[in-house]
């Protein structure tokens, strides 16, 4: 079956360090992939989108990796603020598109 | 307006009741989502609606019930739930559904089923 996995365990880290998320799949074949930032109690907001032909994409603090042959994404957040704190979901899309599957996410908390 | 609003932000309902969740956007999308989300879970799918039609609907429970009265809003209709209904459920809407798109959520609305 089709599967995404991140890691379940939260990743603390210092404020002003990188931080490293890591988004597996199995049995899916994306054109392009996607990450997510939810806080507490609030609907997912939309970060960065990398297409399979895309190795790497930055947006300002943010860096996506994408590395179809291994099945992963890397996810960084460079000079980590406290205010980064939250939990960072991954996506993928399957049927053409016509349907979203996220994976469960991983909590990242910074700390001062 | 790149905004969803839903509303109420939080319901307390008991078994037998019915209420209705609300969802709007004015971002001119075509595609309107309904998802759940139980806590530390990823959000589900439940519905999609593409152009004012139910495009997927995921062997969601009757007692749900999706509504797309126009291009700009979403209800869902809630009828004689059960308690592990209880859960966040988010609305989200897109440009048309297909393809290389971007979600965009709105808060959510609380939902517990006593």
């Known amino acids: 079956s089709q599967k995404i996995e991140q890691n379940s365990e939260a990743l603390n880290i210092q404020e002003g360090k990188t ?17 997510y930032r939810q806080d507490p109690g609030r609907g997912p907001v939309f ?14 603090r943010l860096k996506v990796t994408f590395d179809t042959t291994l099945k992963q994404s890397l996810f960084h957040i460079t000079a980590s603020q406290p205010a980064d704190s ?11 598109g016509f349907k979203t599957i996220f994976g469960a996410g991983t909590r990242l908390f910074v700390k001062a | ?17 019915k209420k209705s969740l609300k969802c709007e956007q004015h971002m001119g999308h075509r595609a309107m989502y309904w998802y759940k989300q139980k806590a ?17 609907n995921e062997s ?45 959520f709105g808060p959510g609305t609380r939902l517990l089923v006593l």
């Not at chain 2, 592990?84 to 965009?104: I, R």
Request: hydrophobic share 30%.
């Open chain 1, 19 to 35: 931080a490293t998320l890591t988004c597996n799949y199995t049995n899916y074949s994306p054109a392009y992939l996607q990450w």
């Open chain 2, 60 to 104: 969601v429970p009757s007692r749900f019930s999706p509504e797309c009265p126009n291009s700009s809003l979403l209800n869902l209709h809630l009828h004689a739930l059960q308690p592990e209904d209880s859960a966040l459920y988010l609305c989200a809407s897109s440009p048309t559904g297909v393809g290389e798109e971007t979600q965009y």
């Open chain 1, 86 to 96: 939250a939990t960072y979901l991954c996506a993928l899309d399957e049927a053409g």
């Open chain 1, 47 to 60: 970060l960065l989108l990398i297409r399979e032909n895309e190795k790497e994409k930055r947006k300002e």
């Open chain 2, 1 to 17: 307006d790149t905004e969803v609003t839903q509303t109420p932000k939080h319901l307390v309902m008991g078994m037998t009741n």
């Open chain 2, 40 to 56: 530390k879970k990823p959000p589900e799918l439940m519905f999609v609606y593409s152009y004012e039609k139910l495009s997927i």
